[in-house]
């Protein structure tokens, strides 16, 4: 019974531990990450923009791509390239991963694994389920992180950061207390002639880029081709020309059309009779391939594009329409033909409007703020301010879990300031130190009772030896009494699914969260 007690104590403090530990996620500032140029190959010559991830002990380094739609990192296995060398391959992926070149690899049994059951699996898909360790640029690391090697030697297509509703990455963060929680902010930055670098904020968002008061939308429920948790009814899109004059590409659509907020996709993605009706307001020639042009022939108008609750978003002819551009040789995204434009406009005109899935993507968001937060069903937008930085980054720091927190601005600090992990640190060890009062408390009530408790029992013992033999007394009524339902054990599992933040790289044999059911 001591020990059944003694345990119940522990249960009792590890939950404090727990609170402690929630309660100290808002002393943490939000992780600010740029989406920007990042080399990802091991012979400083393929470049991709995106975020940064250091993968494996050493970092094997990465740039993903923000995505709403995945829910798993997955990543490209180094054979999908032949090698490392293959820079071109290496760069159009976002970086390969070698894993006979990380010491804290670790395969899983996908039953096994911690990460998402959210994303789906192709019939012919090969993958591989595992955990390592991640490190962000500044501040921050994760053990025991879930990845996919998702191999795939026929697709060029850059790895994605996950951000959807069930995203093993923002629960990794929130868990592992590198940021203060799930909710997060994004600029896409420019991918105009003249780019400019985006920024990914886990934990809040950045006023300083806002111009504007954010609108609010729901988390969207209808049920699309693909995930699309970022769902808003486009009610109105005009082609709108120098002089003025405004020609709507909406005109069979008066119910509006459901479109999904994307920044994995950079180009916008309308239903087959808005591209066509495009086409013919441009005058696109059919023998130029997906609604490119002559130079001499450049399309020369914007787009409105106006939501159902009125937002607008203006997209200037400098961003709908730019010279012909594409990876190189070495996977950098520059200008591959002079003499041809390009619209930021997918052409799908032969394809069935059923099958079509419909998009506002980094074109868009690169003049709307996004600030998403999946645990209070609803994310926002609002214009941006538009240019390079001229001011730091005002962070607003989004974290609720108790109510004494509220969110409060933090300004940025420079860099080469202290980490997130020295943050998590200050937090936890006020905890820590709450705990030990609380422990010394737990320990003098367990003496107190254990004592009472060997008294009665000496007592029991007398009554029984008394009455052995009285036909009154039964078996049942003395197991009863010797296992009160009140003293039997807890059942609760004290390994939470990440570990702490830690700026020291181990191996991640000792981790027994890595299993679902360590």
């Not at 990450?33 to 975020?51: E, F, H, K, M, Q």
């Not at 004059?245 to 909406?250: A, E, K, N, R, Y």
């Amino acid at each position: 019974m001591a020990s059944c007690f003694l345990c119940s104590i522990l249960l009792i403090l590890f939950s404090i531990i727990r609170v402690l530990a929630a309660s100290a996620d808002c002393a943490i500032a939000p992780l600010s990450l740029p989406w920007s140029n990042i080399t990802v190959s091991t012979n400083g010559v393929a470049v991709t923009r995106g975020i940064e991830l250091g993968v494996g002990t050493p970092n094997q380094i990465f740039s993903l791509r923000p995505s709403t739609t995945l829910n798993n990192t997955r990543i490209a296995n180094v054979l999908d390239c032949g090698s490392e060398t293959n820079t071109s391959c290496v760069g159009s992926k976002g970086g390969v991963y070698d894993s006979t070149k990380s010491s804290t690899y670790k395969v899983s049994l996908k039953d096994r694994w911690n990460g998402s059951a959210a994303d789906t699996e192709t019939a012919n898909g090969a993958y591989v389920y595992f955990n390592d360790i991640i490190d962000f640029q500044v501040n921050g690391t994760v053990r025991g992180y879930p990845l996919v090697e998702d191999s795939d030697f026929t697709s060029r297509a850059q790895a994605g950061l996950p951000l959807g509703q069930n995203s093993s990455f923002l629960a990794a963060i929130t868990q592992a207390e590198v940021a203060p929680s799930s909710v997060w902010g994004l600029y896409a930055g420019d991918r105009s002639l003249s780019p400019i670098d985006g920024n990914l904020v886990l934990g809040g968002y950045d006023t300083s880029r806002i111009n504007g008061s954010l609108a609010k939308f729901p988390i969207g429920d209808w049920a699309l081709q693909r995930p699309c948790p970022l769902q808003v009814t486009v009610a109105e899109i005009l082609y709108v020309t120098p002089d003025g004059s405004q020609s709507p590409l909406l005109s069979n659509q008066s119910d509006g059309m459901t479109a999904c907020v994307e920044p994995f996709q950079e180009r916008f993605t309308f239903t087959p009779d808005v591209v066509h009706q495009f086409a013919n307001l441009t005058s696109y020639n059919s023998s130029y391939p997906k609604l490119t042009y002559p130079v001499r022939a450049k399309p020369n108008g914007s787009l409105q594009i106006t939501l159902d609750n009125g937002y607008t978003t203006t997209i200037p002819n400098d961003h709908l329409v730019t010279l012909k551009r594409g990876s190189d040789t070495n996977g950098h995204y520059v200008v591959t033909n002079s003499s041809i434009v390009e619209t930021g406009i997918a052409y799908n005109v032969d394809q069935d409007p059923s099958t079509v899935t419909l998009f506002l993507g980094g074109t868009y968001l690169t003049f709307n703020y996004l600030v998403v937060d999946y645990d209070n069903n609803q994310f926002q937008m609002a214009p941006v301010v538009q240019g390079p930085r001229v001011s730091k980054q005002n962070l607003m720091k989004m974290c609720t879990p108790t109510a004494t927190n509220t969110t409060a601005p933090v300004q940025e600090k420079d860099t080469g300031g202290s980490s997130n992990a020295a943050a998590i640190g200050g937090g936890v060890g006020g905890g820590v130190g709450g705990l030990i009062v609380i422990a010394a408390i737990g320990l003098f009530v367990y003496r107190k009772q254990r004592r009472r408790r060997q008294e009665q029992q000496q007592q029991q013992e007398r009554r029984q030896s008394h009455e052995l033999f009285s036909p009154t007394t039964t078996a049942t009524e003395i197991s009863s009494e010797m296992q009160s339902p009140a003293e039997l054990p807890l059942v609760s599992n004290p390994h939470p699914m990440f570990e702490h933040a830690r700026l020291l790289t181990s191996s991640i044999d000792d981790c027994s969260f890595c299993s679902r059911d360590a």
